[in-house]
């Protein structure tokens, strides 16, 4: 698609929507075009314009809708009776909207005894820890796994948990 540099200098007379399929991603308008030439002669043209929607998505969201490509996952479980779970999770689940901790948090997922927290970061699960640690009486156990190993560069990477 071309660029025009020149409609700056123009009047818009009249703009009309050319009818294209709804299932294509493209949009195209009819634009009519006013221009004085020399003194007091005008100038008059009709251009079609092509617009093709292009659907991207940024990097954050692409890996937030993949299910394996996180960093880090913090794991939040509590082995008690169901009515004092759901109570503490309540509470928690308020404390972090309160102190903003979940800002970094890119999947909740919840499971059975407690819920797990997703980050494309592995210290945006550290900090997320911190946070946990200053709010309730919690027990931290860290641990890794190796996702791939690059021979040629000597490069790992891990998923913490």
Known sequence: MSKINSLKFVKITDTTWIYTDPSTNDFRINITIQKEVLNNVMLTKSIELRFVLN????????????????????????????????????FLEQLILKH????????????????DFKFTEHKYGQRFCAFLKTVIPVKIDSGKELVSFNEQNNEYRYKTN
């Not at 937030?64 to 009776?81: D, I, L």
């Open 100 to 115: 903003n901790a979940h800002i970094y948090c890119s999947a909740v997922e919840n499971h059975h005894e407690g819920v």
């Open 55 to 90: 659907k991207q998505q940024c990097d954050d969201c692409r890996k937030s809708f993949t299910p394996h490509v996180y960093t880090s996952k913090v794991q939040v479980r509590q082995v008690t009776m169901a009515k004092e779970l759901k109570r503490t999770m309540l």
